[in-house]
């Protein structure tokens, strides 16, 4: 009888290659199918790898139709790897429906330990760490405001994520619903040869800023209502 197949999400460096994982380097050469959220940004850290293996493409435009075909791949004894462009898949990226069908069917499902931008934020941001809540992206227009009204009232710290053309916008927006004193940390590169780190009011993050257009990833921590 065949083994039976299962579904292993993999997490991949958000900056720094090195911090790619023995166990998920050998998963992801062990695996039948690799499916990446996009393959060109993969193919390079395959390459690094040395890891000759056709990857298969599974982003948030093609899920909803691809997923019954990756169930019955795995369902024929198929070990499927799971990588998004960075981070651990199915946080802020594809891989939550996936993940569901797969245990709907009954079919097992592991996720290595691994690189995600929002913990090492939240331990170095210097806000309380025993409680938080992880709100990801914003919605960008509607039911925005609704959130941003209803997070004014969280007291566990927040963590979100944040485009950098929008960064200055979000800081500005946390001062007029959370207050212009409340306390965050941007973190922007982590892990990366230009990883920076800036603590302070919301409304200094947003005139800093302001005045230094940022690049690249972004993560925001916001202290909660005292």
């Known amino acids: 009888m065949a083994d039976p197949g299962k579904l292993i999400l993999v997490p991949t460096p958000i900056g720094n290659l090195q911090d790619i994982t023995w166990r998920a380097v050998q998963v992801l050469k062990d695996a039948d199918i690799i499916l990446a959220e996009d393959t060109r940004v993969s193919s390079k850290l395959m390459k690094h790898l040395e890891i000759d293996k056709r990857l298969t493409s599974h982003h948030k435009f093609n899920e909803h139709k691809t997923v019954g075909h990756i169930v019955s791949q795995i369902e024929m004894g198929n070990v499927v790897a799971l990588i998004s462009d960075a981070g651990t898949p199915a946080i802020s990226d594809p891989g939550f429906l996936l993940v569901r069908a797969c245990v709907e069917k009954g079919i097992e499902v592991e996720c290595l330990p691994g690189p995600t931008a929002l913990i090492p934020a939240l331990a170095v941001s210097g806000l309380p760490t025993d409680k938080f809540v992880f709100e990801g992206f914003l919605p960008q227009k509607k039911g925005r405001q609704t959130r941003l009204i209803f997070l004014a009232e969280e007291t566990r710290t927040m963590v979100f994520y944040e485009s950098p053309f929008r960064l200055v916008k979000t800081l500005g927006q946390f001062a007029e619903f ?36 940022p690049k690249g990833e972004i993560v925001i921590v916001v202290e909660g209502k005292s």
């Open 178 to 213: 959370f207050g212009e004193e409340r306390n965050a940390c941007v973190c922007r590169e982590l892990s990366k040869m230009f990883e920076e780190i800036k603590r302070g009011s919301v409304k200094e993050l947003e005139a800093y800023y302001a005045a230094h257009p």
